[in-house]
């Protein structure tokens, strides 16, 4: 661990950084008065570099956070910091007055982050952590074929058409599909069985079919992300590459690409933060990503979170997304019951 000395010299320089830009030297972080010389604070400078927690990108400049730095700061450094009331109250208000819909709620919860941190903000819909079976219908299209329809918990509505094992009229698949809701309606796809002692084969090959519609929804960690904000990118001399900001809004723009990559990020519980090189995809070492889930733990979630250059305002970031991912698990939590 890092001697007091050092510890203020590396918080110094994260936020000089942060509101600059521009390498911090010696002499800035002496002016900010640790009662010690500029030499000796060079001193500290060269040993937190030569311990990894600052870089030089220039001979002759002064030092900037590396990713190892951010991750003290965020850590230990930084401290517990809580959004101001105020700002608690300005959010509150802003969601009473839109409608009482997800959906409201996911664009009006980005377009906060968006407007307050000036980054690319990533909300995505709650979704149950299981399928739940609510309806099921059978249509017979020809004598081997049938059309499927399956209602899911969120009245997601899913249809498959299924080529039958043997004949059967509309009259015997609506029988089994009444037979199968009185069986299975309400279950998740963990409670319902491998194989049912009286269920017909035609009833068995249908209960297979439903199985692996719930299990593909369940493979759906999330649904599509709303992304907004991607202009700011931009605004920031960190991506003017021309090159690098392709690449990223690439990234951030295939949507499909985020569904899979968020189930990654939020392992566990509450909120992450990953830094510059913890991204595992190789244009996203740049950036930094503060993002978490909210909703009902272990009933439904959703993620919520910004995405910026690693010098992100971190003391703002982490209170805005938390206090948001607080407000909209409420939200889901009165909306689920």
Not at 63 to 86: A, F, K, T
Request: with cysteine.
């Amino acid at each position: 661990m890092l001697n007091r000395r050092r510890q203020d010299i590396l918080k110094i320089i994260v936020r000089e950084y942060v509101l600059t830009g521009l390498p911090v030297s010696s002499d800035a972080v002496s002016r900010k008065g640790l009662g010690v010389s500029a030499a000796t604070i060079r001193n500290e400078m060269l040993e937190l570099e030569d311990e990894g927690y600052l870089t030089q990108p220039h001979t002759s400049a002064g030092r900037i956070p590396s990713d190892r730095g951010y991750r003290l700061y965020i850590e230990s450094l930084m401290g517990d910091v809580e959004l101001p009331p105020s700002e608690q109250r300005l959010i509150r208000h802003q969601f009473y007055q839109v409608e009482n819909e997800v959906e409201e709620w996911t664009r009006l919860a980005a377009a906060i982050l968006c407007r307050m941190l000036r980054s690319v903000a990533i909300v995505t819909l709650p979704k149950p952590y299981e399928s739940r079976l609510k309806h099921l219908e059978l249509v017979s299209l020809q004598e081997f074929l049938a059309l499927l329809l399956v209602v899911l918990r969120e009245a997601k509505i899913r249809q498959q058409v299924i080529a039958l094992r043997e004949p059967a009229s509309q009259e015997t698949l609506s029988a089994s599909a009444r037979k199968l809701r009185a069986l299975y309606a309400g279950r998740t796809l963990g409670q319902i069985p491998v194989k049912e002692t009286e269920t017909t084969e035609l009833e068995q090959q249908i209960v297979n079919v439903v199985k692996h519609i719930m299990l593909t929804d369940e493979a759906e960690a999330y649904g599509e992300p709303y992304v907004d904000g991607l202009r700011h990118i931009l605004e920031h001399p960190e991506f003017s590459s021309t090159r690098k900001v392709a690449a990223i809004f690439e990234l951030l723009e295939q949507r499909s690409m985020l569904k899979t990559l968020l189930p990654q990020v939020l392992t566990g519980e509450g909120l992450r933060v990953l830094v510059g090189s913890e991204n595992k995809q190789d244009v996203m070492h740049d950036c930094s990503m503060v993002i978490s889930r909210y909703g009902i733990p272990g009933e439904v979630c959703g993620a919520i979170g910004v995405v910026g250059p690693t010098r992100m305002e971190y003391d703002r970031a982490i209170p805005i997304v938390r206090y948001l991912s607080s407000v909209m698990s409420e939200l889901v939590g009165e909306l689920y019951g």
